[in-house]
């Protein structure tokens, strides 16, 4: 299984970010898919997540500002990221979950500064 980020870049804070996700295989297989990230000096924290039924789940600090998303006709999981702010700025990775395994994707780094 291969996981592929993309969409990171450098944004101003309050702006926006998408973050995708592309699976090598279909997004069904997976029992759960995730965004991670981690800050320099700080360790990966869990940013949000779904499950196969479409249940979400998100860290304290992102609710109502990120939005986890799916494309299962594209194989691609998602991350919208609205009024960012500069302790946002971190190495985005997403992962998946099919039991008994984890897959990881190298990261995207998102960037918040003025």
């Known amino acids: 299984v291969q996981l592929q980020a993309s969409g990171g870049g450098l944004v101003q804070p309050g702006g926006s970010l998408r973050l995708s996700c592309a699976a090598s295989k279909s997004l069904f297989s997976f029992n759960s898919m995730g965004w991670h990230r981690q800050a320099p000096g700080k360790q990966r924290e869990l940013v949000a997540g779904?499950?196969?039924?479409?249940?979400?789940n998100y860290a304290d600090s992102v609710k109502g500002r990120f939005t986890i998303s799916r494309d299962n006709a594209n194989n691609t999981l998602y991350l919208q990221m609205n009024s960012l702010k500069p302790e946002d700025t971190a190495l985005y990775s997403c992962n998946a979950f099919q039991q008994p395994e984890i897959y990881w994707g190298k990261g995207t780094q998102v960037t918040v500064s003025s």
């Open positions: 779904i499950n196969r039924s479409g249940n979400t």
